[in-house]
């Protein structure tokens, strides 16, 4: 397996783990937050695909975008399924552009976010962006926890 593999692997099995939370999560409590300041569980999950989006145009854009307008802004989240048939196209576009990468381009090529703080090989970024998915599958473990819900088995 070369590193390419390996990242378009880490990225399926981070999603497919996702998956296995979001769709546990009983429609009753999609909007259930543990604290008025904290996203609900289905703005998480939003801003995990949402930000996905972003991050893959960031990536063909070698950088932040100046202007960024979401196809997710005016949709409202009716169900999950709804919302990952939506995310479809977005998420296989996503993976295409990974798997198109070569192993020199994970060095050679530059992620410009000094607006936010950092320049990262490619690389290093896709490696942050399976890292922001997965920080946020275990914010939804512990809301589910917190909320009484059975957590599901993510260790398989």
Same mark, same amino acid.
């Given at each position: 397996?070369?590193?390419?593999?390996? $990242?378009?692997? =880490? !990225?399926?099995?981070?999603?497919?783990? #996702? !998956?296995?939370?979001?769709? #546990? $999560?009983?429609?009753? /409590? &999609?909007?259930?937050?543990?604290? #008025?300041?904290? +996203?609900?569980?289905?703005?998480?999950?939003?801003?995990? +695909?949402?930000?996905?989006?972003?991050?893959? /145009?960031? /990536?063909?854009?070698?950088?932040? &975008?100046?202007?960024?307008?979401?196809?997710?802004?005016?949709?409202? %989240?009716? *169900?999950?399924?709804?919302? +990952?048939? %939506? #995310?479809?196209?977005?998420?296989?576009? %996503?993976? =295409?552009?990974?798997?198109?990468? *070569?192993?020199?381009? &994970?060095?050679?090529?530059?992620?410009?976010?000094?607006?936010? @703080?950092?320049?990262?090989?490619? @690389?290093?970024?896709?490696?942050?962006?399976?890292?922001?998915?997965?920080?946020?599958?275990?914010? +939804? &473990?512990?809301?589910?926890?917190?909320?009484?819900?059975?957590?599901?088995?993510?260790?398989?």
């Amino acid at each position: 397996m070369n590193a390419i593999e390996a $990242i378009v692997q =880490n !990225l399926s099995e981070v999603r497919r783990r #996702s !998956l296995i939370i979001w769709e #546990s $999560i009983p429609d009753a /409590l &999609l909007d259930w937050r543990p604290d #008025s300041e904290a +996203l609900s569980m289905k703005e998480m999950i939003r801003h995990v +695909l949402e930000s996905e989006h972003y991050y893959h /145009l960031a /990536l063909l854009n070698e950088g932040s &975008l100046t202007s960024y307008e979401s196809p997710y802004e005016a949709r409202a %989240f009716t *169900t999950l399924k709804d919302e +990952l048939r %939506f #995310s479809e196209t977005y998420r296989n576009e %996503f993976m =295409n552009t990974v798997k198109s990468y *070569t192993e020199e381009d &994970l060095s050679r090529i530059q992620i410009d976010r000094k607006d936010v @703080g950092y320049i990262r090989s490619l @690389g290093d970024m896709l490696m942050r962006i399976a890292y922001h998915e997965a920080v946020h599958s275990g914010q +939804l &473990l512990d809301y589910l926890r917190t909320a009484g819900v059975k957590r599901p088995k993510v260790w398989d």
